[in-house]
């Protein structure tokens, strides 16, 4: 296993992670656990996003930019 692929695992589980919080954050029943869930949410985020920024810093994650023309038929899509 290289490094890449290690990152990809690291990356895949971090936004695994940030899901389930999220979920446990919307369905917290307390303000006490919905904090919790919260906070353990940003934590999670700034991790994938840490992650994201090393993996793209060594060209394994490239964002392709989207067509013009694509983003207003996904945007009318919406719109109506």
């Known amino acids: 296993m290289n ?5 990809e695992g ?3 589980s971090a936004k695994g992670m940030c ?3 999220m979920h446990g954050s919307i369905e ?6 919905h904090q919790a869930f919260q906070s353990a949410l940003n934590d ?7 992650i994201y920024q090393q993996m793209s ?3 394994w994650y490239t964002a392709q930019p989207e067509q013009p ?3 207003q038929q ?7």
Not at 3 to 7: A, L, P, S, T, W
Not at 44 to 50: G, H, I, K, R, T
Request: proline content about 3%; aromatic content about 2%; glycine content about 8%.
């Open 28 to 33: 917290s029943s307390t303000p006490n656990v």
């Open 19 to 21: 899901d389930l919080l």
């Open 44 to 50: 999670a985020l700034c991790m994938q996003s840490d």
């Open 74 to 80: 996904v945007k009318q899509k919406f719109v109506g």
């Open 69 to 71: 023309q694509r983003i």
């Open 57 to 59: 810093g060594h060209g």
């Open 10 to 12: 690291l990356l895949t």
């Open 3 to 7: 490094d890449k692929e290690i990152m």
